[in-house]
């Protein structure tokens, strides 16, 4: 599922980066996109060195965002993700954000991977508990 996606917006939230004990580290934020009467509201993450992605942007900026989709299962719960490894202002006219990644076509898989013992860096889980 290397298929990279691309979606543009304005930005509403930016959160802080979380970094966890494993060292594995992540930042998410929020677009909204116009979808008729009702606006979306989609929630993207950036993981590891990618958090700085976002730094560049402030509340209310349009951004294009490129990501990649990845799923999992968690204690017989499913989740999908929508990871963030490229942002650009929209339109051709400003220079895409330094990605580190310009030369290549699509993401970089080993982004969207969390480390093995993610959901560990939080405690023992309860059968409730999601891993992130």
Same mark, same amino acid.
């Given at each position: 599922? =290397?298929?990279?996606?691309?979606?543009?917006?304005?930005?509403?939230?930016?959160?802080?980066?979380?970094? @966890?004990?494993?060292? #594995?580290?992540?930042? $998410?934020?929020?677009?909204?996109? $116009?979808?008729?009467? #009702? +606006?979306?509201?989609?929630? @993207? $993450?950036?993981?590891? $060195?990618?958090?700085?992605? /976002? *730094? &560049?942007?402030? /509340?209310?900026?349009?951004?294009?965002?490129? #990501?990649?989709?990845?799923? %999992?299962?968690? %204690?017989?719960?499913? @989740?999908? %993700?929508?990871?963030?490894?490229?942002?650009?202002? +929209?339109?051709?006219? !400003? =220079?895409?954000?330094? *990605?580190?990644? =310009? &030369?290549?076509?699509?993401? +970089?898989?080993?982004?969207?991977? +969390?480390?093995? *013992?993610?959901?560990?860096?939080? !405690? =023992?889980?309860?059968?409730?508990?999601?891993? @992130?």
């Amino acid at each position: 599922m =290397a298929k990279g996606f691309e979606m543009e917006g304005t930005v509403k939230v930016i959160n802080e980066v979380q970094t @966890f004990a494993s060292g #594995f580290s992540k930042r $998410e934020f929020v677009i909204e996109v $116009e979808d008729g009467k #009702f +606006p979306q509201m989609v929630k @993207f $993450e950036c993981l590891k $060195e990618k958090t700085t992605l /976002i *730094d &560049d942007y402030s /509340i209310g900026d349009s951004v294009k965002v490129y #990501f990649d989709i990845r799923g %999992n299962e968690y %204690n017989g719960r499913y @989740f999908v %993700n929508l990871n963030a490894w490229k942002l650009e202002k +929209p339109g051709g006219g !400003g =220079a895409p954000a330094n *990605d580190g990644y =310009a &030369d290549q076509s699509g993401p +970089p898989s080993h982004l969207s991977e +969390p480390p093995a *013992d993610y959901g560990s860096a939080q !405690g =023992a889980p309860s059968d409730d508990d999601i891993p @992130f």
